[in-house]
């Protein structure tokens, strides 16, 4: 029996989330302590937010991207930004459906999926988005 058996589909939906941003955020070079805090914040809330619906487990990577998206706007600016459109003022990319399961990565300014959450390192090549 692996590990993931010993745990509950709430708590492999959260740590697969954990996962997806965590690898995003790798991606776009801003792993850093505080910043790795602010998901674990998100997934402490979210876990109450899971066991309350847990229909809603397919939606919480989409949702922990959200929460971190907007934690570091707050504290740094925008996150990720977009890695298609090279001229203009740089945006962040948003995430896509806001409440769904499947989250992407969207630049609403040309109308086009990115990446999925989880897979911004291969959109950008694995390189800073800053």
């Known amino acids: ?18 996962a997806l941003v965590l690898a995003d955020l790798v991606a776009g070079e801003v792993a850093e302590a505080d910043v790795v805090s602010l998901v674990e914040d998100s997934v402490a809330e979210r876990r109450w937010w899971v066991e309350q619906w847990p229909d809603g487990a397919t939606f919480v990577a989409g949702l922990i991207a959200q929460d971190v998206q907007d934690a570091l706007l707050d504290r740094y600016g925008r996150w990720p930004l977009c890695p298609v459109c090279r001229t203009g003022d740089p945006h962040a990319l948003d995430v896509e459906p806001e409440l769904g399961p499947d989250p992407h990565w969207v630049c ?4 086009v999926k990115v990446a ?11 390189m800073s988005s800053s």
Request: charged share 10%; aromatic share 0%; glycine share 22%.
């Open 1 to 18: 029996m692996g590990v993931m058996e010993l745990i509950g589909p709430l708590e492999q939906a959260l740590h697969a989330a954990r």
């Open 108 to 111: 609403h300014k040309v109308g």
């Open 116 to 126: 999925a959450v989880g897979s911004l390192g291969s959109a950008t090549g694995g």
